[in-house]
């Protein structure tokens, strides 16, 4: 056999199938998630021009292993039918591998805003019927997979020589040589793109909106194994008391609060936007329990989560540490560094202190995080009868909830107790006898769930307002992010809106309803129950209390890989910490619209304050975590 045939076979074809896939996957990744990138056409067209390069030096780095197989082997008189199934299995495990990461990201990366990486294998281990439901419920995802299987079978049909053996016509010389020609021109490639295959320095080529689309995650991917857990690295803009000054991260509390001594309760509403319960909404899901719930309480209409994901989020409301790494805190590398939370505080001074969520006995790792952070007792839903688990992720929110009213009635007082709800999660079960009690206004898929969590909390509210326990609670309800699957909101999200969640603190003894404009978010819960519950400890938290009007009140939300945004009541800024610079800068209009400011020659002195104050909010961050230094 010609040995120019048989590289084209086994070399250029199968190279030319994976880099196929690679843009494939990215235009219907475009396709299925254009409303999360701004429109700008030239951009888009930039951002997909620049992509090519990535994918082809993607494509290289997961063929050289292959290649150097090829390469010993072309230096053999007879290639063996063993060798070419070696090389065959190669291709076979790289193509399942680049699809599957490649076509799973068009549907998971409205998720998190980010590719998929070594975090998400948490996820697939922990929600494997939630996938499958996923699959039932979107075909489009079962026919890709038709087709990738269908792409496969030919693709190995077209590329391979089936024969016991077969001999080349090309001498050991000239193999030699143009083996060497080969790996100069490969090995010159990446050192003169090298600065494209990186995901961490996709901000340098393309616009901060636009990095998602220029990355693919089997890059990512590979790149987060590589990388380990974090990306933490020592900063340095400012001297460390400097950067103290500027971003305090302890906060001492109230110890002559009003509400010294109370039990606390916190709700976390998975999946739950702000405009499920913004009364300006008038597309809002019905939930007339917590309209009439949020008139009776303090309700912060500028309230923001402070990441993507459930665990994420539970890190930042019972640490008050922000998650800005690859990781939530309590699975990343630094999970074993000693660390201050709202819940070793409680209980130094007497709280018992619970936690409750109706799925499996480590869901996510809530078990390990909420032990490390403080929480003694673990309440999972394992032990319910089947006919009260929603087939995905755990039992309904309804029965759960009338559990944990039963639990809380035996507490010895004060108690610190944090529910975490399941129903209103994609796919948005709900008992099938209650279909039909909630009336919807479109039809979205989240609408009839987030009725039935406001019914769910209707009958619990019923089932405990007459306890000894209630008049002495008090209850803050947050979300752990908003809803990005099958919603009218999914469709309209920009950076701001895509962290906007409701906030809100019931006091039964004080049910004065009010409405406060002032940013908040989800590391400013731990020093705000700290002030509630009148404990005299200083305590970390890259947050405020709620009720500190002297501080200057903001938000950190990590937007990419190595992309954060700075959120104040004004502004939204993106900045790139890795390369130190500033990306793009938003004024923030009505109803979560954005505004670019593309002079920014014209920015106010108080505007340009801002990016000083985000590079000490991240070296505090970065550098007290790899220093070890977030207990004091």
Same mark, same amino acid.
């Given at each position: 056999?010609?040995? *120019?045939?048989?590289?084209?076979?086994?070399?250029?074809?199968?190279?030319?199938?994976?880099?196929?896939?690679?843009?494939?996957?990215?235009?219907?990744?475009?396709?299925?998630?254009?409303?999360?990138?701004?429109? $700008?056409?030239?951009? #888009?067209?930039?951002?997909?021009?620049?992509?090519?390069?990535?994918?082809?030096? *993607?494509?290289?780095?997961?063929?050289? %292993?292959?290649?150097?197989?090829?390469?010993?082997?072309?230096?053999?008189?007879?290639?063996?039918?063993?060798?070419?199934?070696?090389?065959?299995?190669?291709?076979?495990?790289?193509?399942?591998?680049?699809?599957?990461?490649?076509?799973? /990201?068009?549907?998971?990366?409205?998720?998190?805003?980010?590719?998929?990486?070594?975090?998400?294998?948490?996820?697939?281990?922990?929600?494997?019927?939630?996938?499958?439901n996923f699959g039932i419920q979107h075909p489009f995802s079962l026919f890709l997979l038709a087709m990738l299987g269908i792409?496969?079978?030919?693709?190995?049909?077209?590329?391979?020589?089936?024969?016991?053996?077969?001999?080349?016509?090309?001498?050991?010389?000239?193999?030699?040589?143009? *083996? +060497?020609?080969?790996?100069?021109?490969?090995?010159?490639?990446?050192?003169?793109?090298?600065?494209?295959?990186?995901?961490?320095?996709?901000?340098?080529?393309?616009?901060?909106?636009?990095?998602?689309?220029?990355?693919?995650?089997?890059?990512?991917?590979?790149?987060?194994?590589?990388?380990?857990?974090?990306?933490?690295?020592?900063? =340095?803009?400012?001297?460390? =008391?400097?950067?103290?000054?500027?971003?305090?991260?302890?906060? !001492?509390?109230?110890?002559?609060?009003?509400?010294?001594?109370?039990?606390?309760?916190?709700?976390?509403?998975?999946?739950?936007?702000?405009?499920? +319960?913004?009364?300006?909404?008038?597309?809002?899901?019905?939930?007339?329990?917590?309209?009439?719930?949020?008139?009776?309480?303090?309700?912060?209409?500028?309230?923001?989560?402070?990441?993507?994901?459930? !665990?994420?989020?539970?890190?930042?409301?019972?640490?008050?540490?922000?998650?800005?790494?690859?990781?939530?805190?309590?699975?990343?590398?630094?999970?074993?560094?000693?660390?201050?939370?709202? $819940?070793?505080?409680?209980?130094?001074?007497?709280?018992?202190?619970?936690?409750?969520?109706?799925?499996?006995?480590?869901?996510?790792?809530?078990?390990?995080?909420?032990?490390?952070?403080?929480?003694?007792?673990?309440?999972?839903?394992?032990?319910?009868?089947?006919?009260?688990? /929603?087939?995905?992720?755990?039992?309904?929110?309804?029965?759960?909830?009338?559990?944990?009213?039963?639990?809380?009635?035996?507490?010895?007082?004060?108690?610190?107790?944090?529910?975490?709800? #399941?129903?209103?999660?994609?796919?948005?079960?709900? %008992?099938?006898?209650?279909?039909?009690?909630?009336?919807?206004?479109?039809?979205? %898929?989240?609408?009839?769930?987030?009725?039935?969590?406001?019914? !769910?909390?209707?009958?619990?509210?019923?089932?405990?307002?007459?306890?000894?326990?209630?008049?002495?609670?008090?209850?803050?309800?947050?979300?752990?992010?908003?809803?990005?699957?099958?919603?009218?909101?999914?469709?309209?999200?920009?950076?701001?809106?895509?962290?906007?969640?409701?906030?809100?603190?019931? /006091?039964?003894?004080?049910?004065?309803?009010?409405?406060?404009?002032?940013?908040?978010?989800?590391?400013?819960?731990?020093?705000?129950?700290?002030?509630?519950? $009148?404990?005299?400890?200083?305590?970390?938290?890259? $947050?405020?209390?709620?009720?500190?009007?002297?501080?200057?009140?903001?938000?950190?939300?990590?937007?990419?890989?190595?992309?954060?945004?700075?959120?104040?009541?004004?502004?939204?800024?993106?900045?790139?910490? +890795?390369?130190?610079?500033? +990306?793009?800068?938003?004024?923030?209009?009505?109803? /979560?619209?954005?505004?670019? #400011?593309?002079?920014?020659?014209?920015?106010?002195?108080?505007?340009?304050?801002?990016?000083?104050?985000?590079?000490?909010?991240?070296?505090?961050?970065?550098?007290?975590?790899?220093?070890?230094?977030?207990?004091?």
């Amino acid at each position: 056999m010609k040995t *120019s045939t048989f590289l084209r076979k086994y070399l250029l074809m199968r190279f030319l199938i994976i880099l196929a896939i690679l843009q494939v996957a990215r235009v219907l990744f475009f396709a299925y998630n254009r409303e999360m990138f701004l429109s $700008g056409t030239s951009e #888009i067209i930039t951002t997909f021009f620049k992509s090519i390069i990535f994918d082809l030096l *993607s494509t290289f780095l997961y063929f050289i %292993p292959y290649i150097c197989l090829l390469i010993c082997w072309l230096f053999l008189k007879e290639i063996r039918r063993w060798h070419l199934h070696l090389l065959t299995i190669y291709f076979s495990v790289l193509f399942w591998i680049v699809s599957i990461l490649s076509f799973a /990201d068009i549907f998971y990366y409205k998720f998190n805003l980010r590719r998929i990486n070594i975090e998400t294998l948490q996820l697939v281990s922990d929600s494997k019927s939630s996938i499958f439901n996923f699959g039932i419920q979107h075909p489009f995802s079962l026919f890709l997979l038709a087709m990738l299987g269908i792409a496969y079978y030919f693709s190995i049909k077209k590329t391979g020589v089936h024969a016991n053996s077969i001999t080349l016509d090309t001498s050991i010389k000239k193999v030699a040589i143009g *083996s +060497l020609i080969f790996l100069a021109i490969v090995i010159n490639l990446f050192l003169w793109f090298a600065k494209y295959l990186s995901p961490m320095s996709a901000s340098l080529l393309v616009s901060a909106g636009y990095t998602g689309l220029y990355t693919n995650s089997p890059q990512v991917f590979l790149y987060s194994l590589h990388s380990g857990w974090t990306y933490i690295k020592p900063l =340095h803009y400012f001297s460390d =008391h400097d950067a103290d000054q500027m971003v305090p991260v302890f906060y !001492a509390s109230d110890s002559s609060a009003p509400h010294k001594g109370r039990n606390i309760v916190v709700f976390i509403l998975e999946s739950f936007s702000y405009s499920y +319960l913004d009364k300006n909404n008038v597309d809002k899901p019905s939930t007339p329990f917590f309209d009439s719930l949020i008139s009776h309480s303090t309700f912060f209409t500028n309230a923001y989560a402070n990441n993507t994901t459930s !665990a994420n989020g539970l890190c930042s409301i019972l640490s008050g540490i922000p998650s800005l790494m690859n990781q939530p805190f309590f699975s990343s590398a630094y999970a074993s560094n000693p660390v201050s939370s709202i $819940g070793l505080a409680l209980k130094k001074h007497g709280y018992q202190t619970n936690f409750f969520l109706g799925a499996n006995d480590d869901h996510f790792g809530f078990k390990k995080g909420t032990k490390l952070l403080g929480i003694d007792h673990y309440h999972h839903g394992e032990a319910f009868p089947k006919s009260q688990h /929603d087939g995905t992720w755990g039992i309904y929110d309804e029965p759960f909830l009338q559990f944990f009213a039963t639990q809380t009635e035996q507490m010895n007082q004060p108690f610190f107790n944090v529910f975490f709800t #399941i129903s209103s999660h994609f796919p948005f079960k709900i %008992p099938d006898s209650l279909i039909h009690s909630f009336p919807t206004k479109h039809n979205y %898929p989240n609408e009839r769930a987030v009725s039935y969590v406001d019914y !769910a909390f209707r009958k619990f509210f019923e089932k405990v307002r007459n306890t000894k326990w209630f008049q002495n609670t008090v209850f803050i309800f947050t979300a752990d992010h908003v809803s990005k699957e099958n919603t009218r909101e999914s469709a309209t999200f920009n950076f701001n809106s895509y962290y906007h969640i409701p906030i809100f603190i019931f /006091d039964p003894k004080h049910p004065q309803g009010k409405e406060v404009s002032n940013l908040v978010q989800h590391t400013d819960i731990p020093p705000t129950i700290a002030d509630l519950a $009148g404990i005299p400890d200083t305590i970390l938290s890259f $947050g405020r209390s709620f009720f500190d009007s002297t501080s200057y009140h903001y938000t950190v939300n990590r937007y990419s890989e190595n992309v954060v945004q700075f959120i104040d009541t004004a502004i939204l800024l993106q900045y790139d910490i +890795l390369n130190n610079r500033l +990306l793009d800068l938003y004024a923030i209009q009505k109803n /979560d619209a954005l505004n670019k #400011i593309t002079d920014q020659d014209k920015l106010s002195e108080a505007q340009r304050s801002v990016v000083p104050l985000l590079k000490a909010y991240m070296q505090q961050y970065f550098n007290r975590h790899y220093f070890n230094r977030l207990y004091k």
